[in-house]
């Protein structure tokens, strides 16, 4: 778990600012200003957990969020505590195009990108 040593809270995820703008276009075509992208970590894939993106309305108070370029990443304690610190950056190119997460509490990780330990 990452945590800010001054205040020892968990520390929430980050976007790029190529994944702030690919996930503001997104929110736009969405048509609901009030959405904010959700990074969850659950049970399962190949290597013990997954990531799961998804675009939320609900924002609990217990929710850690962040926001970069005016867009919000929310996380839920549970799952900050496996996540906490990471960056979602956006490729777009021929190879590899698509929302990459840099999670630097990931001690392995499988093929796809999608899971973890």
């Known amino acids: 778990?990452?945590?800010?040593?001054?205040?020892?809270?968990?520390?929430?995820?980050?976007?790029?600012?190529?994944?702030?703008?690919k996930v503001s276009?997104?929110?736009?075509?969405e048509g609901d200003e009030s959405l904010s992208l959700r990074l969850a970590v659950r049970p399962g894939g190949c290597s013990g957990f997954s990531y799961d993106m998804?675009?939320?309305s609900a924002v609990d108070e217990s929710d850690i969020?962040?926001?970069?370029?005016?867009v919000r990443v929310v996380v839920d304690?549970?799952?900050?505590?496996?996540?906490g610190g990471a960056t979602i950056d956006?490729?777009?190119?021929?190879?590899g195009a698509g929302f990459a997460i840099n999670n630097p509490n990931e001690q392995r990780s499988c093929g796809c990108g999608q899971s973890f330990c």
Do not use: C, H, K, W
């Open 65 to 70: 969020v962040n926001e970069t370029d005016g």
């Open 90 to 95: 956006f490729r777009d190119g021929l190879q």
């Open 77 to 83: 304690p549970e799952s900050a505590a496996m996540v």
């Open 54 to 56: 998804y675009f939320d």
């Open 25 to 29: 276009e997104l929110i736009e075509a």
């Open 1 to 21: 778990m990452i945590t800010n040593d001054e205040t020892n809270t968990v520390t929430g995820v980050m976007l790029s600012s190529s994944a702030a703008a």
